[in-house]
């Protein structure tokens, strides 16, 4: 403390002022040792700057190749994923021609099942149609031949002749039923 106190007491009766006298000031001792400095360090600061250079540029070389793959695989994953889409689209078409084609087919094989079924119940229809119009049409000649059995036996009371004129009736009507 008591340096200090010296020091400012120094500067305080004296003040502060510039020494040029360059000897004194021991500048040429400073720029020597600079000069020395700089001459022998040269070779040690220069491979040490050189070798931190090296570390730099390869550092961003390496970066630039990691750069350049990694768009190399970006371009590659973009193609994958157009073609991934395209697949996908495809895929999409194919699935509706597909639907497309088994619901036509679905509906012609229906419309098939059904003209089946409808031409089975027609011919049924048809069937039972001529049977009830045979069992009609039988019906129809044995009332005609009992009425005109009992006409005949009335206007005829003769049996000879009301049998050989049912015998000729039933043979015309024979004709006809066959």
Do not use: C
């Not at 990691?66 to 194919?94: C, H, M």
């Not at 087919?105 to 089975?120: G, N």
């Amino acid at each position: 403390m008591e340096n200090f106190d010296q020091i400012f007491t120094l500067l305080a009766a004296e003040g502060i002022s510039l020494n040029t006298d360059i000897l004194e000031t021991g500048l040429i001792n400073i720029l020597a040792l600079l000069a020395i400095l700089i001459y022998t360090g040269r070779d040690f600061l220069g491979s040490l700057l050189e070798e931190r250079r090296t570390t730099i540029v390869k550092g961003v070389q390496d970066a630039e190749d990691r750069l350049n793959e990694a768009q190399k695989r970006l371009t590659e994953a973009q193609k994958q994923l157009n073609q991934a889409n395209l697949v996908i689209s495809e895929i999409k078409n194919e699935t509706i021609t597909t639907k497309k084609l088994l619901l036509e087919s679905d509906a012609f094989q229906a419309k098939k099942d059904l003209t089946v079924r409808f031409e089975r119940a027609l011919a049924t229809f048809r069937s039972k149609e001529r049977q009830i119009f045979v069992e009609i049409k039988q019906q129809i000649i044995s009332l005609v031949l009992q009425r005109t059995v009992s006409r005949v036996q009335k206007t005829f009371e003769s049996k000879e002749r009301a049998t050989a004129l049912i015998n000729e009736t039933i043979n015309k009507l024979e004709g006809d039923l066959l």
